[in-house]
T-cell receptor, first 114, second 113 residues
Framework: SAVISQKPSRDICQRGTSLTIQCQVD?????MFWYRQQPGQSLTLIAT?????????ESGFVIDKFPISRPNLTFSTLTVSNMSPEDSSIYLC???????????FGQGTRLTVV | QKEVEQNSGPLSVPEGAIASLNCTYS??????FFWYRQYSGKSPELIMF????GDKEDGRFTAQLNKASQYVSLLIRDSQPSDSATYLC?????????????FGTGTQLKVEL
């Protein structure tokens, strides 16, 4: 399985600011995803990070709020923009190995907006 | 709305017993099924995956899939206190770019001494 490094692991941010979360994988992967897990809830897919093109967003998530970059097959960033307390959550990067369907997760970023 | 449903629990079992975790899904196009374990404050960890009807065993874990009933389960034999965690069921549907996973809300398992 791929080794996924996600940072920062946690942060406390002021409302109205933005935070960029990085996801680095130790091998080339076909697909990278960003999820949100709000307190006490399950994982919700935000978007699929596409290499060399715009991310594919799920219903309820928009590029202006969650811009995503994926410059190559091993790295992606998620920015949470103009944050409000409702954005307090754990954000998780997930990857799928080339040719595989199993998804693996980074350690997550615990974001608190005050 | 495509859904994956799990009983939130907590499911309490004594140490050494069999824990049975259940999951139903609504999308008949689902082709891959996963069980993740998530300890409090940690990210999900893949335990098992299954693609075909029937049983798949890996150590103390057995995944069971019944596509006709749209039902997938996870059995944990000889449950240990270290198995206490939330277990997430995830269902994969093929899309143009690969499989899209939908997660259930998870079942909290408590293994008691």
């Amino acid at each position: 399985s791929a080794v996924i490094s996600q940072k920062p692991s946690r942060d406390i941010c002021q409302r109205g600011t933005s935070l960029t979360i990085q996801c680095q994988v130790d091998s080339q992967v076909t697909m990278m995803f960003w999820y949100r897990q709000q307190p006490g809830q399950s994982l919700t897919l935000i978007a699929t990070a596409n290499q060399g093109s715009e991310a594919t967003y799920e219903s309820g998530f928009v590029i202006d709020k969650f811009p995503i970059s994926r410059p190559n097959l091993t790295f992606s960033t998620l920015t949470v923009s103009n944050m409000s307390p409702e954005d307090s959550s754990i954000y998780l990067c997930s990857v799928r190995d080339r040719g595989g369907t199993e998804a693996f997760f980074g350690q997550g970023t615990r974001l608190t907006v005050v | 709305q495509k859904e994956v449903e799990q009983n939130s629990g907590p499911l309490s079992v004594p140490e050494g017993a069999i824990a049975s975790l259940n999951c139903t899904y609504s999308d008949r196009g689902s082709q891959s099924f996963f069980w993740y374990r998530q300890y409090s404050g940690k990210s999900p960890e893949l335990i098992m995956f299954i693609y075909s009807n029937g049983d798949k065993e890996d150590g103390r874990f057995t995944a069971q899939l019944n596509k006709a009933s749209q039902y997938v389960s996870l059995l944990i034999r000889d449950s240990q206190p270290s198995d206490s965690a939330t277990y997430l069921c995830a269902v994969g549907v093929p899309t143009g770019g690969g499989n899209k996973l939908t997660f259930g809300t998870g079942t909290q398992l408590k293994v008691e001494l």
